[in-house]
């Protein structure tokens, strides 16, 4: 079975940087997506970014674009977000995610979009 292990957060001061990693264990799929979402307290689990595995297409939100930059190792595993010039804003739970059925063509943004879920890690970046 698939299980996901994100490990990395912690506490960080404005303008810090993070990386968080994502293991991956139990995938057999020829072509998939990962990526990464995160939640704040009383707001909706938003993506972050996103990478496929055939030709390496990557996403990114807004909001993250040209600070955070997600990348792998291999084929499998594992996947990073290098986070950077972080801020108060991007405190959250972040949730690397798979998605099995990725088409090679658009890389998911969407939540519904991902098959499997790990726990989170905790981000945290002070005033």
């Known amino acids: 079975q698939v299980q996901l292990v994100e490990s990395g957060g912690g506490l960080v001061e404005t303008g810090g940087s993070l990386r968080l990693s994502c293991a991956a264990s139990?995938?057999?799929?020829?072509?998939?997506?990962m990526g990464w979402f995160r939640q704040a307290p009383g707001k909706e689990r938003e993506f972050v970014a996103a990478i496929g595995w055939n030709g390496g297409k990557t996403a990114y939100s807004d909001s993250v674009r040209g600070r955070f930059t997600i990348s792998r190792d291999n084929a499998k595993e594992p996947v990073y977000l290098q986070m950077n010039s972080l801020s108060p804003e991007d405190t959250a739970m972040y949730y690397c995610a798979l998605d099995r059925t990725f088409s090679g063509h658009y890389v998911p943004v969407r939540r519904r979009e991902y098959d499997f879920w790990g726990q989170g890690t905790q981000v945290t970046v002070s005033s």
């Open positions: 139990g995938v057999v799929f020829r072509s998939y997506a």
